[in-house]
């Protein structure tokens, strides 16, 4: 996914994404990210949680263990991701 949002943005692999999208002047920056968000959303349509990954989450839920998530990508789609989760 990574790979599209570069293409989308016209940068090559050794730029940061949200780097380059805030090194933008701000009349630009919205553009930007909606066409990174155009990304997410269809990669969020086809994507499977990983072999072993719901098995992983539902033994951590059954001994209580709090599950946290570091990532850079938008709000709709860490709440995407927790709905898989809990579906």
Do not use: W
Request: contains cysteine; proline residues 2%; aromatic residues 6%.
């Amino acid at each position: 996914m990574f790979g599209e949002m570069r293409s989308a943005l016209g940068i090559t692999k050794s730029v940061d994404i949200l780097e380059h999208i805030y090194s933008l002047p701000e009349s630009d920056q919205q553009a930007a990210h909606d066409k990174i968000q155009a990304v997410e959303r269809e990669a969020m349509a086809k994507q499977v949680p990983q072999a072993g990954l719901v098995t992983l989450m539902e033994y951590l839920d059954s001994k209580g263990i709090k599950k946290g998530i570091c990532t850079r990508n938008f709000e709709y789609a860490i709440r995407h991701g927790r709905k898989l989760h809990t579906d």
